[in-house]
């Protein structure tokens, strides 16, 4: 590490040392950053640090958005190119920053200056800085998996903090393509396609180049987006996307042909079955598909946005560090392929260690088949719903479960998470004739989540939704484009099949104790079979099918708790048959959305901005509500049908619906709306001695507890006034991931 002061620059030039991330300078000015001088012109900032990187051989210049052009592209620029080469021809030595310091496990970040707490000036100083080094013990896990998946060599990882070139990148996607399975065809188009050179790799070039490989290892040359629907997320924020454009039409790094390629059609959310044939925008057909990639080990983008700024850069130059996250991402991101075994296939196997059970994190005891009051807790999608392209709906960035967040679950003081599955979704992705198999790889995920809630101390609930049949194009019952069968219009033959499921499911967590696993039978089931205008199962047949299943489940777990839930109001709801379900020892479970008005206002969107204030609000009918309203209204009848019944009662869903502020001027304030009411809430909960869930876990329209994106202040679907939220980080064995916290919200919750 070179230890001597700066020479004395000429014409005022102040010189400057990295030491953070966003930096206001004084220009023209000389930096140093790594034992390498660079001279930068009038401009407004320097965006982030990790773009101040080149080779000593090389000149840069910082363009108004901070993105570096060589000295060899600026030939006019004349006077001040050969004063910064004559500058560093007297140079006698510089002063090391050192490598970049381990990031910190929680970092503080306002929602209203989106700048972090840690952001500082760049300091002109010349003391020296402490001498670290990059370790395989510094370096994020995932980026090191690089090497282990066998894209890279080993020369590769001797510097992560050099720039990335084209060569590197053509390279690392060849090696992608073998991989997964590309044959020598493929692989040779890419190669013949494409430019490996010195020339470094942008943000934008790793998307087409992404974009391109997806296609060449698609069946039909149309990658499926992962992510539902582009267009209603935060990832539509790329703050260089005019740059970006201009980038990609210049961009010789891919020759596309001709910009033909086909695409998912943005009116059915970039990912429906129409294709676009017509494409003349390829580079934004890139980044279109590109944002909505997620790994499956991390559930991370693998574009993430600037945490500083909350945006998409799509120009930047890359470090190998960088391009070895998006690549590995990238790889992470391929399904494997499906496996299919028979549902007796899946009940032979106990996959839970019993070392693993020994060893869980304590969690609130339970009775015998019941609940415990002390559950808190919150749900997760992630296999809920077929979609209509045969794919799934996803919430969040990835369809999979993480360790990540179990961990983050617990961290931030909740026990208990419910596992939606779609039985249907069991059949994924191809969904055959035969639904008495299910793939093999989406009960592996099942069989670590269910592994994780064991080490973290979270009861998981497992709620089987819908029949192994459900038609994908069937009744419209809860989403036009995802359907499930209604309880009431399954045949004897979809119960006999769900039965065998559940069945199935109860002998392979058989060893797992009542403590941390239970299952849902059927999740927001209804006995109003007339509402639905066509004859069915009558509410006592109904009531047979699940008790069969309840009973063949405690042949097996004579302990297990089970359970139906349902969001039927108490004064519409057909009570006798709940009456018959709790007598049979079923627990019952209860979606509170209440009032309706106010959790939900996109629903009744005369509601005025002025009434909402809790507690106090008054409806549209003149109502005036609190939380004891709320509980004697809804939540009480059920409660008390349970307690005559000697079984449990919880309320397995609640919160606000977010999306639905958007009808008013600007985001709801935390003291009249959101928080306010979820601290009623919970204290009601707590009052009554009554197990709760309140919001999604990730990524939902409901008050979710982690979110991969920071909220952003003019969205009002998803930002609270004046929160504070906070970016943690979870080190994985595998991997790295971040969350946004509002930790004040969940406190509360």
């Known amino acids: 590490m070179s230890n001597h002061t700066p020479p004395a620059f000429p014409f005022g030039i102040k010189y400057y040392k990295i030491v953070s991330s966003i930096y206001f300078l004084e220009y023209p000015a000389i930096i140093c950053y790594n034992d390498l001088y660079f001279f930068i012109l009038a401009s407004d900032t320097v965006q982030n640090k990790k773009v101040l990187k080149g080779n000593a051989n090389q000149i840069f210049f910082i363009s108004e958005r901070g993105n570096f052009m060589k000295s060899n592209t600026l030939k006019q620029a004349g006077l001040f190119t050969a004063t910064c080469l004559l500058m560093l021809s007297v140079m006698t030595g510089c002063i090391s920053t050192g490598s970049d310091n381990e990031p910190s496990v929680s970092e503080t970040i306002s929602s209203e200056s989106g700048e972090s707490a840690t952001d500082q000036e760049l300091s002109a100083n010349t003391e020296e800085a402490a001498d670290t080094t990059d370790t395989e013990a510094s370096v994020d896990p995932e980026i090191l998996r690089i090497q282990t998946l066998g894209l890279v060599n080993a020369k590769y990882m001797e510097n992560l903090d050099a720039p990335a070139t084209t060569k590197d990148l053509r390279g690392i996607i060849e090696k992608i393509l073998e991989k997964q399975g590309a044959d020598a065809e493929k692989v040779n188009e890419w190669k013949s396609v494409t430019n ?12 087409m180049a992404v974009y391109y490989a997806a296609s060449l290892l698609s069946d039909d040359g149309i990658p499926k987006s992962m992510i539902n629907d582009n267009s209603g997320s935060n990832r539509w924020t790329p703050a260089d996307w005019d740059i970006g454009c201009d980038h990609f039409g210049m961009c010789e790094f891919l020759r596309m042909k001709d910009g033909s390629y086909s695409f998912y059609s943005a009116e059915e959310g970039w990912h429906g079955n129409d294709a676009v044939k017509e494409n003349q925008s390829y580079g934004i057909t890139s980044v279109m598909y590109s944002i909505g990639l997620a790994s499956r080990l991390s559930g991370q983008y693998v574009f993430p946005n600037d945490p500083d700024t909350n945006c998409l850069y799509i120009n930047n130059t890359l470090t190998r560090s960088e391009l070895a996250l998006q690549m590995v991402r990238f790889y992470d991101s391929f399904e494997p392929n499906a496996v299919y075994v028979s549902i007796d296939d899946i009940a032979a196997v106990n996959p839970i260690d019993d070392a693993a059970i020994k060893d869980a994190a304590p969690v609130p005891s339970t009775k015998e088949k019941g609940y415990s009051s002390e559950w808190k807790g919150a749900y997760s999608h992630k296999y809920s719903e077929p979609g209509k392209d045969g794919g799934l709906t996803i919430l969040g960035a990835s369809t999979n479960y993480q360790e990540s967040e179990f961990a983050a679950l617990s961290d931030l003081g909740f026990n208990y998470l419910s596992l939606r599955i779609g039985c249907t979704s069991l059949a994924y992705p191809d969904y055959g004739n035969d639904r008495s198999t299910v793939n093999q790889n989406i009960i592996d995920d099942i069989d670590r989540a269910i592994g994780w809630g064991l080490k973290y101390g979270i009861h998981i609930e497992i709620s089987f939704d819908g029949f192994m049949d459900d038609d994908l194009k069937g009744y419209g019952y809860q989403y036009s484009d995802n359907i499930y069968t209604p309880d009431c219009l399954a045949s004897t033959q979809q119960y006999q099949a769900k ?82 379900i709790a007598k049979a020892g079923i627990n019952l479970d209860y979606h509170c959305y209440e009032p309706r008005s106010f959790v939900a206002p996109r629903e009744q969107n005369h509601v005025d901005p002025d009434q909402m204030i809790w507690p106090g609000f008054v409806d549209e009918n003149g109502t005036t ?78 008050l979710p507890l982690l979110s991969i994106l920071p909220p952003v202040e003019d969205d009002k679907s998803t930002y609270i006034k004046d929160a504070q939220y906070t970016l943690k980080t979870y080190k994985m064995d595998d991997y790295t991931a971040s969350y946004y916290i509002n930790e004040e919200l969940a406190g509360k919750r």
Not at 198 to 207: F, H, L, N, P, Q
Request: proline share 3%.
């Open 625 to 702: 509500w609190t939380m004891d309203d709320v509980y004697e209204t809804y939540m009480k009848p059920y409660q008390d049908l349970a307690d005559e019944a000697g079984v449990d009662f919880k309320v397995g869903e609640s919160g606000m619906f977010l999306e639905g502020y958007d009808l008013f001027e600007e985001s709801p304030r935390v003291e009249k709306y959101v928080e306010a009411w979820a601290s009623d809430f919970t204290d009601c909960m707590k009052k009554n001695h009554t197990s709760y869930v309140i919001g999604d876990l990730i990524d939902g329209g409901n």
């Open 499 to 580: 039965e065998a499921l559940i069945t199935a499911f109860a002998k392979r967590y058989a060893n797992v104790p009542n403590d941390y696993l239970s299952f849902e039978l059927s999740c927001e089931n209804s006995a109003e079979t007339h509402s639905y205008g066509i004859s069915g199962l009558s509410s006592d047949e109904m009531a047979d099918a699940f008790i069969s299943i309840a009973n063949s489940v405690w042949e097996v777990s004579p302990d297990r708790c089970v359970l139906i839930s349902t969001c039927d109001r108490p004064d519409d709801a057909n009570m006798a048959y709940w009456e018959k």
């Open 196 to 207: 490996g050179s010195k020339e470094a790799v942008r943000t934008s070039d790793s998307m």
